[in-house]
């Protein structure tokens, strides 16, 4: 690995550890006529795709470590072994569908507390997730062992309950049945550690988060997206302890969300061990304003990477319009490669000086 992605590694390692080396980091993205030609196809996440998706995994980290080269921001490049959210579900046997222009998701399995309680716990390595350490032993065999990993796309335990169990009877379940939908939750919680316990071991704690980009050093990183359709108070009885208990058991956690769930901002910030919060402002709100009142809300008790906001003025501004005493990551367009490398090595600058004006 460069000195350089060792330089990265640190500032990350430095700046989610809210250690007073500034208060933002930042993504230049290229566009796509500036990058290379030659990729393989993209490759549909079946599994008869294995070969397919290695192919193309591995063309896409080779393109990151020559835009890395040329462009001096803070992203890292990453061996992909991303999928569709469908993987945890399909390994307790729901069916999954795979239309050929978007990716696979699972359907339905169980509509009742009665059929919940009969579903067996899977052994992981009997399961349909064994072939995606298939893959991802190739790329990182490929990449070496000091060739950061991104992991599949990861669920909380009960948003992958929502997809086991028909929505439909799941919300009544939640009010009638609650043990029975907690134990469901368990199951999958179960099935995740040991994924990430394997994941974990074969190719080291520090990570690509499964989405956005940002690096991990320690901890795991899930969607928490069916918050946005229960109460508070529901949040606190089927969410909470779940995740408290992953944060524990990994080291920290890292959170993409997607839904309108202004309501449980509150418990997210409240959660021990979380080190990065993604919100996604909603069709239905003001991105900006909605997303500036995460910034604020969150404060310095977590770093936030806030997508659907763009600041007013030029991208060089952009840290100058953060609240003060929060922690950033944005990303910022380029309009050719040459553009990319100059707005780095400005924003570079800009970092240099607020690093020296923290708080050591």
Known sequence: MTNDIQE??????AFMAGEGRGRFMFHVNVPLADQDASQPPVSLLWPDQAQARIERRWADYQLMCRQA???RDDRVPYLSNMTGTEIFAEAFGCRVHRPGDTNPFALPLIHTAAEADRIRQPELSRSTLACLFD?????????????????????????VVALIWDKSDLFPAMVEAPDAVRGLANKVGVLIESFFDAWFKR???????HYPDYVMHGGVTMSVDEVGAVSAEMFRDFFRDELIHLSHRFGGLGIHCCADARHQWGSFRALPGLKMINHVAPPTRNARAYLLDSLCFYGDRTVQM??????????????SQFPAGTRVVFEVQAEDAEQAAALAERLREIQGTAAAASPR
């Open 306 to 319: 806030p997508f659907g906001w763009k600041p007013d003025g030029k991208p060089e501004t952009w840290p």
């Open 8 to 13: 990265r590694l640190g500032r990350w390692r």
């Open 203 to 209: 190719y080291g704690t520090t990570f690509v988060a």
């Open 69 to 71: 080269a040329r462009v």
């Open 135 to 159: 893959i991802a032993d190739e790329l990182h065999r490929r990449g070496g062992p000091d060739a950061l990993m991104k992991p599949v796309d990861c669920q909380s335990p009960m948003d």
